[in-house]
């Protein structure tokens, strides 16, 4: 799942298998790194069985007290008062969360507020300026089977919702994010006096990077890294398995977010491509090793798709997120302006027109000198969570007072 090299391999998956007589597993994906989704490993977790009674026995958590958010692993690298204000900011952006989605179980966070620089100096030095000032994942990818008959991954904070009697071993936290303590900050306890114009409010930014850990991103990317820079190829998730022998090809996956995903020009899937490129190879196709499969890809017809791929991604008003199904009355445009195309901001953010717009929260622009209310209310919006990201999360699954039976996937297999 991780981008690999031809011949320099950046990743190299693991993969754990532990059999007990009749356990039957699931198929997820951990992520270990929020500013690095190529640390990952592919883990078979088992199917759990869960009493039911106890969840017809308590309050969801969006009918009581229960914190809707809880940091469950915290690492700060700042005095007591910063630490606590970072700790205060999450919480404060889950209950903005929980304003609009139901959460009948809380979400469970890892942050590491820390000098990004000192670990990652290459994240710091774009142009001058600090590339990465937060980011957000799903701990846990899960795949299920949709109504398609084709399998996507859903983040662990959705299926947790789902509360099934039977569900894959959860990960201890649903979210990580990592935050960087080298940005002039405006903490949500500052709101007393006015944001400094080279300020950046971080209520807004880790609203932001949750929407990412709460599923809003594209498995879209450029997976296959040659030593040829101009070589793009923009595909869904590759699913294999890589080891010393051999590399294992299941074919390429989506995320629950690109169900919903369009083009522009005739308002057909994304999904009809992602059909397409799995021709290239059966699942369970074997290849030497990572460069095998590589050049296969190259050299197969499915290659122009990847192409055209790149193209569209990085041409203007070319691709939109349209949940015409979950309340959504026009289609969401998505990020396809950057050139070269970037992953991680290509087509998992909105354009950035919108950040004029109710819908400004999830661009790839940051506003400093800005707070979160302040652009709530310059854009005449109602909310943090504007009326198309509402209606995106509702299709990915998330229970909405709007929304109150959303669709679900099956478990797979």
């Known amino acids: 799942m991780a981008s690999i090299r031809l011949k320099h391999n950046i990743f ?25 989704h190529n640390v990952k490993r592919q883990v078979n977790c088992p199917l759990v069985t869960d009493d039911s009674s106890k969840y017809s026995k308590r309050k969801f958590a969006y009918e009581n007290n229960e914190p809707k958010l809880q940091i469950v692993d915290f ?55 600090i590339a990465i000032i937060g980011a957000a994942h799903s701990a846990r990818n899960m795949l299920f089977l949709d109504d398609d008959g084709l399998t996507r991954f ?57 929407m990412h850990g709460l599923g809003f991103g594209s498995s879209w990317e450029n997976w296959f890294l040659t030593d040829n820079p101009n070589q793009i190829f923009i595909t869904s998730q590759p699913d294999f398995i890589a080891s010393n022998t051999e590399t294992i090809f299941n074919g390429f996956k989506e995320t629950a977010f690109d169900r919903q995903l369009i083009f522009n020009n005739d308002y057909t ?42 193209k569209i991604s990085t041409t203007p008003n070319t691709i939109s997120s349209y949940p015409k199904s979950c309340n959504a009355p026009d289609r969401a445009i998505l990020e396809t302006t950057i050139e070269p195309f970037r992953n991680g901001a290509s087509i998992s953010h909105f354009d950035q027109s919108y950040i004029t717009t109710p819908d400004f929260l999830m661009t790839t622009l940051q506003v400093p ?13 109602i909310h943090p969570i504007g009326p198309k990201l509402q209606s995106i999360l509702e299709c990915i699954g998330y229970e909405t007072k709007r929304n109150p039976t959303p669709y679900r996937p099956k478990l797979y297999p």
């Open 12 to 36: 190299i998956f693991f993969i754990f298998l532990t059999f007990f007589n009749l356990l039957v597993f699931s198929y997820c994906i951990d992520y270990f790194d929020a500013t690095d």
């Open 75 to 129: 690492h700060c690298d700042a005095s007591k008062e910063i630490c606590s204000n970072v700790e205060n900011t999450f919480l404060k952006a889950g209950n903005i969360i929980s304003e609009i989605i139901l959460l009948k179980n809380p979400l469970l966070v890892s942050v590491n507020y820390t000098n990004i620089c000192l670990s990652e100096p290459k994240l710091c030095n774009i142009q001058g300026k």
């Open 154 to 210: 859903y983040p662990q904070s959705l299926v947790k919702q789902y509360e099934l009697d039977n569900h894959p071993e959860f990960a201890p936290f649903d979210i990580i994010a990592t935050f960087n303590s080298l940005v002039n900050w405006k903490f949500p306890s500052d709101y007393d006096t006015p944001i400094q114009p080279k300020q950046i409010d971080m209520l807004y930014i880790v609203l932001h990077e949750l």
């Open 269 to 310: 899937h994304l999904t009809d491509i992602t059909i397409k490129l799995n021709q290239f190879a059966k699942p369970n196709t074997k290849f030497k090793n990572n460069t095998d499969l590589i050049v296969n890809f190259i050299n197969s017809k499915q290659v122009v798709l990847s192409e055209y791929m790149n």
């Open 369 to 381: 000198g800005k707070t979160l209310y302040d652009l709530v209310r310059q854009s005449g919006g």
